[in-house]
Each structure stands twice: as C-alpha cells, then as structure tokens.
C-alpha cells in the first residue's frame, strides 16, 4: 500500500490545487480554535447571555477536555469538502488527460490505479486525524479547565470517528468522480447534493413521514452522523455524546459499500 500512496502523492505533490486546498484546511483547522477562544474571551469581558436564554459562556466549556474532542472532530467535519475536492480534480484529471489508461499501459492493474486513490485517502485522512489529536492536546493543555488523564481520554473516540467519517466522505467523492468523469460538474453535483438534495430529502424523510431511519441512513447524513452535533447540549442539555454503535456500524458499511461501487466502475466500464 505505501508504493500505491506514493505513486499517488508524486503526481500530486506537485500540483497547484492539491497545495491551495490543503493549505485553506490547514489554515481551519488552527484558525478555528484560535477563533473560538478569542470569541469566549470577548463575551468573558463583556459578561454577556447567549440568545437572553440564560445561557452563560461559563455554560459553554468548549475546549474542556471532557467536550473537547467533540467539539473540535464536529466543527473540523465540515470542511472536509475541501479534502474531498482534491481527490474529485484528482481522478477527473486522470480521466480528462487520459493518464487512468497509461498508467494500466505502464503495469498497474485497474484495481491497483483503484488503490493508489484509496491508499491516499487512508494516509491523508490519517495525518489529518492526527494533526487534529495535537492540535486537541495542546489548546486542551492551554485552555481546559481539567487536565486529569481520565478526562483528557473520555470521548478520545472522536478522533478516531473522524478519520472514517474522512476516509468515507472521500470515497464518496472518489466514486462521485468515477461515475462522472468531469472536475467541475462533479464539484457542481456534490454541491448540489451535498447542500440542497440531501438536507431536503433527509428532512421530508425524517420530520414528515415519520421514516426516521430512512433520513438518517442516506449518504451524506450517514458519514456526518459519526459525530453528533454537539452545541444541543449547552442549550437544551440534550446531546448523544459519544460515538453511536449504530452510527458506527452504518458508516463502516457504507464504507465497503461505496468501495466495491467504485472497484465495479473502475475495473468494468471504458477508461475512456
């Protein structure tokens, strides 16, 4: 698997976008505890209620340990659309300038130029996972109230959750950009279904027919469901709070799901 992921990341590592959008996910992922801490700290000074709720940002210990992991992984997951667009240009730009069907001419088998994708997304999701682990130690170092070992580890799940929900969130975008073929009407589509379709349909499903199961188990909403929202709990003080078994299992699912998709469509339709 580390020779696929290197053949991937040579023909990435010199690539304008691959550098712009993983640079804008780097940017996120410290501007957005620096940006919380600072918008805490002002609320501090000015000793304001949230909403005239009676909600005190003493209420709200986002970089408590105990919260910490998911709140981070939750906020982090919604910009792995970023992640997700670079294997989308990725793999369209194989299909567009013809290298899907020079790289099986120079040995590699279909499944093989399949896994190089597939071995790239493991290893980005990874170093991404623990990018978020450092970054989680060291604001919770910095900022959390409680640094006793048995809070630094509770919910520690979260980021282990994270790197599937990367892992399957890319390989719907990867098999997205199988079926497609083009960079920009993929983006286009993703956004589309991501944004508009999905939420829709997930919301007719779940609050007006009743199909409660159904709305959760699409797609998009599946991948999202391994970390619960968590801002419910300093509001209604009601949150899942944990990794959910069944979230769990569903996602694993759709996991080897979208991948046997895409090894059909990589290995049986025209490389063309």
């Not at 600072?38 to 909403?51: C, K, N, P, V, W």
């Not at 005190?56 to 659309?81: A, K, R």
């Not at 120079?106 to 499944?111: A, E, P, T, W």
């Not at 939420?199 to 797609?219: A, C, E, M, R």
Request: hydrophobic share 55%; with cysteine.
């Amino acid at each position: 698997m580390l020779r696929l992921f290197k053949i991937e990341y040579f023909k990435l590592k010199n690539s304008k976008y691959f550098w712009i959008l993983l640079g804008l996910f780097g940017v996120f992922l410290l501007a957005v505890p620096i940006s919380i801490k600072f918008f805490l700290d002002y609320l501090t000074s000015i000793g304001e209620d949230f909403a005239d709720l009676g909600i005190s940002h003493s209420d709200m210990p986002f970089f408590d340990f105990v919260d910490l992991w998911q709140n981070l992984t939750w906020i982090y997951s919604l910009f792995s659309i970023l992640l997700g667009f670079i294997m989308v240009i990725s793999i369209s730009n194989e299909y567009s300038y013809g290298t899907v069907k020079q790289n099986v001419i120079d040995g590699l088998s279909r499944k093989q130029f399949l896994w190089t994708k597939i071995s790239f997304i493991i290893g980005l999701s990874a170093a991404v996972s623990l990018v978020a682990l450092v970054i989680g130690l060291l604001i919770g170092f910095a900022w959390s109230p409680t640094k006793d070992f048995i809070f630094i580890v509770k919910h520690i799940e979260f980021i282990p959750a994270y790197f599937l929900h990367l892992v399957a969130f890319q390989l719907f975008c990867l098999m997205a950009s199988i079926v497609i073929k083009r960079p920009g009407i993929t983006i286009a589509l993703l956004f589309f279904y991501i944004f508009m379709v999905e939420p829709i349909v997930s919301t007719l499903l779940i609050y007006k027919y009743k199909l409660v199961f159904l709305g959760n188990v699409l797609p998009i909403k599946a991948i999202g469901n391994i970390i619960p929202m968590p801002w419910t709990k300093y509001a209604l003080k009601e949150t899942q709070t944990s990794v959910g078994i069944d979230d769990l299992g569903i996602l694993i699912v759709y996991i080897i799901l979208i991948y046997f998709i895409s090894e059909w469509i990589a290995v049986k339709k025209d490389l063309r």
